[in-house]
């Protein structure tokens, strides 16, 4: 503040300048080495610090090592132009948001589209006039009014992110917002010294440009120990997610609107006017092909979420139709079984008085006869009350450990005798090593029997096919398929309703499938069915392994 100008003051000024840049170059790309949760932001930040490092390199270089003042126009303004963008590239990730909440190929499109704009208008407003036909007084009017710009789009966007998030991460976001604040306020007094030719290197007009770098470290420590959770009651996301398309919109159509002040109102020379009108072109050019690589991304996102939904909504659907399914099944079962014990009692009377009937030596011939004939009737009776107990799932039964593919062997056996003689194949294909299962065989037996059956009744009527049915594992789960040649279902989506059968009278109750459905509930399994593309029915079982049934068993205990 009080030394004379002079070269001692000048080497101290941009070396203490390079010192404190290259201090927090090293302190964010060390955060990003530390915390994997924010890696990329941090790495952003520590491009911008590199990048703002190289051009104060350039003073250093020049005012210290050359003893002589930085030329203008300098090489290195581009660098101190573009440095800004990784900074606002870093903000626009939202590291304070969920991370579902982010798409990086998107936000990676986004950046460079911004990045290629920010370019563009340096092309088009200052190059011409430093490179093409060299104006300074033009060129540092533009540079000063566009670098100003940039900046002043930084610290809103960083106040924005401040506002709106909580914890460690707003105070990150203020610390970059006042470092940032400090510096484009310390920036426009040096551009303003240096048009009244009042500025050099050490001066009190560096004093805040050397506070703002001071506070960029201080924001990087001061953030080594904090605890970056996301926001819990962060800004709503939807604001951040449209953020940088809507400004990579603007942008795109910035284009045709500087490229018309180009062609009919620019006052410069028509070599300048050609060259931003080129330059236009050739930017309209690569943003596009980045829009149509955008849009392309979004719409393989589009027919995913499609597809999911889809996906979503069949689920919803099976499992709305399953519980309807059960409901049945629960109502159904609770009035079948209270019916099955009003008469098993009357039952138990018949059977008891008609046995008594028959074995007394009294009663011969056709009262005899009669009174077998109601033993017989009155057995069956019970054997079909104990079916439709059975059906309710009132009676308890005994789990074991039980493997699937002897069992689906074993019933497939039963049937050798009903298909010999007609054209009808049946092949099991059984996987080697197939895990078990806790489950009751009788029930599972007698679920695969009534499927095979369907199945062989279903061959019947078209002359005959093949039965194929397989036992595989399949992730945690044992599943087991009933595919047929036959004509199909008429209704796959009532097949497993009570009562509903497509077979004549008095050769289906239409309770075996209701019953096989209450069987693989019972099992903690799923069932399902569906007419095959190219003919027949198929019936997918599928049954937890022996580990998964257990936790699930007593799961439903608890």
């Known amino acids: 503040m009080f030394a004379p100008r002079g070269r001692s003051l000048t080497s101290f000024g941009d070396l203490l300048a390079l010192i404190l840049l290259a201090t927090a170059t090293i302190a964010f790309f060390r955060n990003a080495l530390l915390q994997s949760r924010a890696r990329v932001f941090w790495m952003l930040l520590g491009f911008g610090c590199l990048m703002w490092t190289i051009n104060t390199g350039f003073w ?33 990730l939202r590291p304070h948001q969920p991370q579902q909440d982010r798409k990086a190929l998107l936000d990676g499109i ?41 900046n002043l789009v930084l610290v809103f966007i960083l106040g924005m992110a401040a506002a709106s998030s909580t914890g ?14 400090i510096y484009t306020l310390g920036s426009e007094m040096i551009n303003a010294a240096i048009a009244r030719n009042q500025y050099y290197s050490g001066s009190i007009y560096d004093l805040l440009f050397l506070v703002g770098a001071g506070w960029m470290i201080w924001a990087a420590i001061s953030a080594r120990s904090a605890d970056l959770a996301v926001s819990p009651a962060g800004e709503s996301s939807g604001r951040w997610v449209n953020l940088a398309p809507r400004l990579a919109m603007m942008a795109i159509l910035s284009l045709p609107l500087l490229g018309l002040w180009a062609l009919f109102t620019d006052p410069g020379a028509p070599q300048l006017r050609n060259f931003r009108l080129l330059v236009t072109l050739a930017a309209t050019l690569v943003l596009g092909l980045f829009v149509f690589l955008k849009q392309f991304l979004l719409d393989r996102q589009l027919i995913t979420l499609l597809d999911q939904s889809r ?17 049945k099944l629960a109502s159904l079962g609770q009035l079948v079984a209270g019916a099955a014990h009003e008469i098993n009692n009357p039952l138990a009377a ?28 009155a057995r069956r009776t019970r054997d079909l009350v104990a079916d439709l ?33 007609k054209n009808i194949r049946i092949e099991a294909v059984v996987e080697p090593g197939l895990p078990r299962i806790w489950g009751n065989s009788n029930q599972l037996l007698q679920t695969f029997l009534h499927l095979s059956e369907n199945a062989i009744d279903a061959l019947n009527e078209v002359g005959g096919g093949v039965l194929l049915v397989t036992a595989r594992h399949l992730e945690r789960e044992v599943v087991i398929e009933f595919s047929d040649t036959g004509g199909g279902m008429a209704d796959p989506q009532r097949v497993f309703d009570p009562f509903y059968t497509t077979k004549p009278v008095g050769k289906g109750t239409g309770l075996g499938l209701s019953a096989s459905y209450g069987v693989v509930q019972d099992h ?17 079982l599928r049954f937890p392994a022996a580990a998964q049934a257990a936790a699930a068993v007593e799961a439903g205990g608890s």
């Not at 005994?398 to 005798?417: F, P, W």
């Not at 903690?524 to 997918?540: E, S, V, Y």
């Open 311 to 327: 996906q979503s909504y069949e689920n919803l659907q099976r499992l709305q139709s399953h519980l309807v399914q059960k409901e």
């Open 110 to 150: 986004n950046f460079l589209m911004l990045l290629i704009w920010w370019v563009f208008l340096y092309a088009f407003l200052v190059f011409p006039d430093q490179y093409v036909t060299l104006n300074v007084a033009i060129y540092s009017r533009n540079f000063d009014l566009l670098y100003l710009l940039e």
């Open 524 to 540: 903690h399994g799923q069932i399902i069915c569906r007419n095959k593309p190219d003919g027949g029915a198929l019936f997918i």
């Open 60 to 92: 250093t270089y020049y005012e210290v090592v050359l003893n002589k003042e930085l030329p203008e126009p300098c090489a290195g303004d581009i660098i101190l132009f573009i440095h800004v963008v990784p900074f606002m590239a870093a903000v626009a």
């Open 389 to 421: 107990l059975s059906f309710s799932q009132q009676s308890p039964s005994e789990k074991i450990l039980i493997d699937m593919g002897a069992l689906v062997q074993r019933a497939l056996q039963m049937h050798d005798v009903r298909i010999r003689g």
């Open 350 to 377: 018949i059977l008891g008085y008609s046995e008594l009937l028959a074995a007394q030596s009294s009663i011969k011939g056709d009262q005899a006869s009669m009174a077998q004939k109601i033993g017989q009737h």
């Open 168 to 181: 460690a991460w707003r105070r990150i976001y203020w610390n970059l917002f006042i470092a940032s604040s």
